[in-house]
């Protein structure tokens, strides 16, 4: 009966090092999302998951960022060579399908990723 | 639409009154919305949604109107309580089958 759980629940690496972020979806949730929050801004969004759909990638920055997800289960985003700019909190979340419609997303609490 | 490099508004409300946190949406299509709440160190969490076919939803000390010919979005929030600071999202999404996007959020602050 969890929730959404993500891990670590905090990232400091050095700049240029590959980072790998992982997200426990609630079970039986088929979308699930990627968001990037940087401090004190918004939710922008980077990748939407949903059943055995293509991705959809659309918001994601640049090919350093990839993310994988297997079957209706975990997912990890990776960044690849990272950069200062990719220190933020980043949100997944997933959400329930009733016949057509996505339902609204459950929320894990975030890693918070710091490149010095 | 989606809230990229954006600083957030605040809005500040004394402890007991009301407050309203307005959100423009981007699409007309858009068949159903949801406000967020986020508070410090953590992920948003759903508070209330309203589909395209209704234009006001009331909850526990909450509702939220919907205005389709402007686009626009509002959450009321009755008489503010100090739990009630957070930064608050509306989410849109674009048709029954797409994915959900958030708009900008909106910091409240509750003075004493």
């Known amino acids: 009966g969890a929730g959404v759980s993500q891990s670590p629940s905090n990232k400091v690496t050095e700049k240029g090092k590959d980072v790998e972020l992982r997200c426990d979806p609630i079970s039986g949730h088929t979308a699930l999302y990627w968001y990037r929050q940087r401090l004190g801004q918004g939710l922008e969004f980077l990748i939407y998951f949903q059943g055995n759909s293509a991705p959809d990638k659309s918001g994601l920055p640049s090919d350093r960022f990839s993310a994988e997800r297997t079957g209706e289960s975990v997912s990890t985003l990776t960044i690849q060579r990272t950069q200062q700019e990719d220190s933020a909190v980043y949100l997944c979340a997933s959400s329930l399908r009733t016949g057509n419609r996505n339902q609204p997303q459950h929320f894990g609490d975030g890693t918070r990723l710091s490149i010095l | 639409g989606e809230s990229v490099g954006l600083h957030l508004p605040t809005l500040s409300v004394q402890e007991g009154d009301n407050s309203i946190i307005n959100c423009a949406y981007s699409?007309?299509?858009?068949?159903?919305f949801i406000w967020y709440k986020q508070e410090s160190g953590k992920g948003p969490q759903f508070i209330i949604d309203?589909?395209?076919?209704?234009d006001k939803r009331q909850g526990q000390r909450v509702t939220v109107l919907l205005n389709k010919t402007v686009k626009h979005l509002s959450l009321q929030i009755a008489a503010t309580q100090p739990g009630d600071s957070a930064v608050y999202f509306c989410a849109e999404r674009y048709s029954s089958a797409s994915k959900i996007i958030f708009g900008s959020g909106t910091r409240l602050s509750i003075r004493p």
């Open positions: 699409n007309s299509a858009s068949d159903y």
């Open positions: 309203i589909r395209s076919n209704m």
